[in-house]
């Protein structure tokens, strides 16, 4: 066989269209790039449809609703305690915070929220707490492993793994927990939790300060996360952001103190923000970090309950969880509006109900996660397309949340 | 640049040449994997080992028997409108004479029907029931399917064997506490 011989001469380009090849006459057009729905660096069946310029990315338009499991009708179809459930699959990495704000709302609808034990209020915020921080340790485990780290992922879902053992000891369901009862719990603490949690905690503040030296203080990851994706404070807040993404851009946003709700006020915590410490500030690095340093907070807010459950709240015989739960849950006619600082930032509900029926007439969930995530294009315009990555990353969204 | 001062200094100065032949840090790091062999695993070889999930877990469904072994189930199909995911179903009978060994009540059912695919483990129809009737074991979780025709548990799957009664253990802290030193 005769080999072909071939040999790239420019002029051959130019015989049959003289000018279409000429320099002036070139032209370029943006590529449309799509990243997912079943990209693993999406978090979820995220489907982005990447505007890109060779490596530049020039716009993202993130399509939803591959997980869309009508939330809103379901919760309008419901009872109300029928609901609970449900909101536990909206954000099913922290359902147990989605719980206390969907009972708080009704609570308050039903004007029983200041009947509610002492006791009650206390393990309600303690096991909030534990789900945040395990919540906390999805999200930058999951992110360490986007841009690249595998131990930190391996590690987190050690340490998450005892968290959840312990609330479903306490609860009875991994993820799912249906404990948070509007008027109660669903059971009281088990006996010899304390213990437990205590044990809990003196195991997690090391490995906390080890997740900090592995990764937040870890050049690679300064290098790959400092002054990328800077979101600034003004964008955050035009685009309706909140929790870590909020903090992170700099202000000191939080509706356990801007609220005060259940018994948050009467325990103390700061708020920590990002001060650009590793690049600008509202960085990638920047929410990473409030993360791991809510995480600090978070285990002393479980310390304070754990103290004041021990101490001043204890279990009786008499203690009933279930003693204000009515028997009947329906709220006057009211447009309400609730709100609780879920693990990813606000989430509200709003109801309206019609007074006559058990069954709200419209809810409609403000979803953090949702509101997040339309800042994405905003913050990956201009970077790479491994900058999206820890975009999308870094602001955390669960895309069960994101679609209902 | 500095962030805490908890991050560990490294050391750069030059290599001596033991050092440099890299055996000393190959005993180090082969000796790091070498202790973690002999190390607690976090992981659990699964279908073999099985961890103690708590005694509130919410697992398979059981109908309960009292204590002379007659169905506690009086069809009153309370928790089938407290199941918010709409799964279970009943059929109801009057008791004849001569089955009072066997039903405790009046009413009992002659077909319950559970559909696991639409279970989601909330346990409200445990919560719901009057006759203590329903409850979600904490022993034992429902089994895979492959068919379809699979999915419904009728009575069979669920009334507790007789021989075989279901118990809710580690009720005082010790139990509690033993059966967790060993996970
Ligand atoms: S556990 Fe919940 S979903 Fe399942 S049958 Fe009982 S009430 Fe229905
Ligand atoms: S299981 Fe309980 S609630 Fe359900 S029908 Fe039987 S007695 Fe009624």
Request: hydrophobic share 35%; aromatic share 10%.
């Amino acid at each position: 066989m005769k080999s072909v011989q071939y040999k790239y001469r420019p002029e051959y380009l130019t015989i049959s269209e003289p000018n279409k090849y000429k320099a002036e006459n070139l032209q370029s057009e943006e590529m449309i790039l799509n990243l997912g729905p079943q990209h693993p660096s999406t978090h979820g069946v995220l489907r982005l449809e990447v505007v890109t310029d060779g490596e530049i990315v020039v716009d993202v338009i993130p399509h939803l609703g591959y997980l869309h499991r009508c939330f809103e009708k379901h919760a309008q179809s419901l009872p109300f305690n029928q609901t609970i459930p449900y909101v536990d699959r909206m954000d099913y990495l922290g359902a147990m915070n989605s719980e206390h704000a969907w009972v708080m709302g009704i609570e308050k609808m039903l004007g029983i929220d200041k009947e509610i034990p002492k006791r009650v209020e206390y393990i309600r915020v303690l096991v909030a707490e534990l789900n945040r921080i395990a919540s906390h340790f999805i999200a930058i485990g999951t992110y360490a492993l986007d841009i690249g780290a595998y131990t930190p992922f391996l590690w987190l879902f050690r340490d998450r793994e005892h968290i959840m053992r312990l609330l479903e000891w306490t609860t009875g369901a991994r993820m799912l927990y249906n404990y948070i009862w509007v008027g109660g719990l669903f059971y009281d603490l088990p006996v010899g939790f304390e213990e437990r949690c205590q044990s809990l905690i003196e195991y997690l503040k090391p490995k906390l300060v080890e997740l900090q030296q592995l990764v937040i203080e870890n050049h690679i990851f300064i290098n790959r996360t400092a002054n990328v994706a800077v979101l600034p404070l003004p964008v955050a807040i035009n685009y309706g952001c909140t929790g870590p993404v909020l903090r992170g851009s700099g202000l000191r946003w939080d509706l356990r103190k801007v609220d005060g709700y259940s018994v948050y006020p009467e325990i103390d915590f700061d708020i920590p923000i990002g001060k650009g410490e590793a690049g600008k500030v509202g960085d990638c690095w920047d929410r990473n970090n409030v993360r791991v340093l809510e995480c600090f907070e978070s285990i002393r807010i479980i310390e304070q309950c754990l103290e004041k459950l021990n101490k001043e709240h204890k279990r009786t015989k008499e203690f009933d969880p279930q003693a204000v739960v009515p028997k009947k849950i329906r709220p006057p006619k009211m447009d309400f509006y609730t709100r609780a600082e879920s693990t990813k930032g606000e989430l509200g509900f709003f109801f309206r109900t019609d007074g006559r029926s058990d069954v709200p007439v419209r809810v409609k969930a403000r979803a953090c996660s949702f509101n997040n995530l339309s800042v994405l294009p905003e913050i990956a315009r201009g970077g790479m397309i491994a900058d999206l990555i820890a975009a999308i990353g870094s602001i955390d969204i669960v895309m069960g949340e994101v679609d209902r | 640049m500095q962030l805490t001062n908890r991050a560990k200094k490294t050391d750069k100065s030059e290599l001596s040449l033991f050092e440099r032949s890299y055996l000393p840090s190959l005993a180090t790091g082969l000796g790091i994997t070498i202790r973690h062999f002999f190390m607690k695993k976090p992981t659990i070889q699964y279908p073999e080992q099985k961890r103690y999930l708590g005694p509130v877990f919410r697992g398979h469904h059981i109908l309960k028997r009292d204590e002379e072994g007659r169905e506690r189930c009086t069809a009153c199909g309370l928790c089938a409108v407290a199941c918010p995911a709409e799964a279970i179903s009943m059929v109801a009978q009057e008791r004849k004479k001569g089955e009072e060994h066997l039903y405790r009540e009046e009413k009992y059912a002659a077909v319950y029907e559970i559909n696991m695919l639409r279970c989601i483990f909330c346990g409200l129809c445990e919560e719901a029931c009057p006759k203590q009737a329903v409850y979600l074991r904490h022993d034992k979780f429902v089994p895979v399917f492959t068919e379809r025709e699979d999915v419904i548990f009728g009575k069979d799957k669920l009334v507790e064997d007789p021989n075989n009664r279901y118990r809710r253990d580690a009720w005082t802290k010790e139990d509690a506490m033993k059966l967790w030193k060993n996970d």
